[in-house]
């Protein structure tokens, strides 16, 4: 079965920056796209980023300008560049990929923490 792997999640103080890292066990390009969501404590999953099978990427409104998304395709890894970072952005971040909506494939998740 599909396993996402993610890495790279750790504590910095505000206005640092952190790479977080998910590997596929599989050919990234078996699913139409692969993104990054996150939850905070007490509230709902959020969506940060995700880039489709073609290279198009999409932000939430709260990153943009801050996040970057990109992928290694012979490394199966998608990755999420964090400029800036505030403590609004603590949480855990999750890796997913889906096929078209019908097949989401999650990781277990990489905790961000962001001092002020």
């Known amino acids: 079965q599909v396993q996402l792997m993610e890495s790279g999640g750790g504590l910095v103080q505000a206005g640092g920056s952190l790479r977080l890292s998910c590997e596929a066990s599989e050919n990234i390009f078996n699913f139409n796209a692969m993104g990054w969501f996150r939850q905070a404590p007490g509230k709902e999953r959020e969506f940060v980023a995700e880039?489709?099978?073609?290279?198009?990427?999409d932000y939430g409104d709260s990153v943009k300008g801050r996040f970057s998304i990109s992928r290694d395709g012979p490394k199966n890894t998608v990755y999420l560049q964090m400029d800036n970072l505030q403590p609004e952005d603590t949480g855990v971040y999750y890796c997913?990929?889906?096929?078209?909506?019908?097949?989401?494939?999650w990781g277990q998740g990489t905790q961000v923490t962001v001092s002020s």
């Open positions: 880039i489709n099978v073609g290279g198009r990427t």
């Open positions: 997913r990929a889906r096929i078209l909506q019908s097949r989401q494939y």
